[in-house]
Structure formats: structure tokens, C-alpha cells
């Protein structure tokens, strides 16, 4: 039922849906990042322009996986270890120290990088982005002045999946709908508080006459 439901979501839009909203792991580096956040670490903020070229490392991984998957079985069981959804959700980190080590590392990577495994390195990420190439809708919406000059959702977006000049990278959006809050906000879009301040205006004015 529950891949039935992703394989519906793929559909309409996108991978976000199980990325942002049903992922296990991806809540575990979400909720560990929050309690680093309010324990005041240091946040990274990964330049775009390295981001950008560290993402499609889990496309490779990905297809590395699916060639692999074609020859023997234990092969391609073991080098599916890099995913460590199997030892911290499903064996709750009881297993050899190896396994227990690598998913550590991924999570403490994520105190300082929000969502770092989801961003650059999960294969299963990368498996529901491709087919999600082919949704239904576009349905996050943008301004014309998004991006030029305004970056306040690329700075909000917690996984950079809105490019310096505004547009949105579906394959990387998690569907977290910042950038939509924000999108409707009168107080802190520009091109809506515009509009607002317009309309205040054009109401004192009719005000002033009667």
C-alpha cells in the first residue's frame, strides 16, 4: 500500500512526496539537525556551485547499484549497504560496529549539513527522481522576481533545491513547501509586500476623498 501510494505521488508530484513527508532516515537527519540547530552548531552552507556537482554522486551510486544488481545477489545485497535505512530504522543500530559506525558518520554529517545522505548521496533519492521526470503538475508556484533579486526561499529551502536565479530543481525539492509559505507571505515577499503596500496606499487615498 505504501509503495502504491509513492509510485500515485510520483505522479502528481513528484519524489518530495516520500523524500519530504515519508522517509524514516531523512526524519531522523531532519529531527537531529533541529536539536543541533537549537544546541547552536554550526551550520554549513554548502557553496551552490559545489552543490550542484555533488548531487548527481547519488545518480551514480544509483546506477552503480542497478548494474550491480545484474550479476550476483550478494554482491549487489552488500553494496546496497550504503543505504543505512536497513541498520538505524529496521535494526535500530544492532549490528557489527562497521555498519553502526558508517550510518553514525551520515548522521552526524547531517548536524552540520541539513539532510547531507538525502542530498548527495541517496540512491533511492536518486531512483524516485527519475521517474518523477514525468509528473502531471507544476504546482510550486514562483514569481518573476524570485531569484532576480530575490533569494529569501533559496536561502529558506533547507535542501538548495532553488538555483541562485529562482528556478526549482524538482529532482531535489522534498516537497518541504517553505518557499510556498513564503510565496504567499505579504509581510516578507517582496513582490507581494509590493502589492500590499499598493493596496494601502490606493485604500488611504479612497479614504482621504471620502
Known amino acids: 500500500m505504501l509503495w502504491g501510494f509513492v509510485a500515485v505521488a510520483l505522479l502528481f508530484w513528484g519524489r518530495g512526496v516520500f523524500c519530504g513527508w515519508l522517509c524514516p532516515f531523512g526524519a531522523l537527519q531532519e529531527l537531529l539537525n533541529l536539536l543541533a540547530r537549537r544546541l547552536r552548531l554550526p551550520q554549513v552552507t554548502v557553496p551552490f556551485a559545489l552543490h550542484e556537482r555533488l ?9 552503480g547499484l542497478l548494474g550491480l544488481s545484474l550479476g ?11 543505504e543505512p535505512f536497513k541498520t538505524a530504522i529496521i ?21 552540520f549539513i ?9 540512491p533511492l533519492g536518486a531512483a524516485l527522481a527519475l521517474p518523477a521526470r514525468i509528473r502531471i503538475f507544476e504546482w510550486l508556484k514562483r514569481h518573476k522576481q524570485c531569484g532576480k533579486p530575490c533569494q529569501i526561499c533559496a536561502r529558506a529551502c533547507p535542501v538548495q533545491a532553488i538555483h541562485p ?3 526549482i530543481n524538482p529532482n531535489e525539492c522534498i516537497n518541504c513547501l517553505k518557499c510556498q509559505t513564503l510565496y504567499y507571505d505579504e509581510h516578507t515577499c517582496p513582490a507581494l509586500a509590493i502589492q500590499r503596500k499598493q493596496r494601502e496606499r490606493a485604500a488611504m487615498g479612497t479614504g482621504g476623498r471620502t
Open 72 to 82: 550476483p545477489i550478494e554482491l549487489a545485497f552488500a553494496a546496497a549497504e550504503v
Open 55 to 63: 548531487w548527481p554522486v547519488k545518480y551514480i551510486i544509483f546506477l
Open 114 to 122: 541539513e539532510r547531507m545522505f538525502c542530498r548527495y548521496l541517496c
Open 165 to 167: 536565479e529562482g528556478r
Open 91 to 111: 535494526l535500530h543500530f544492532l549490528r557489527a560496529w562497521p555498519f553502526v559506525a558508517y550510518a553514525l558518520a551520515l548522521l552526524v554529517g547531517g548536524l
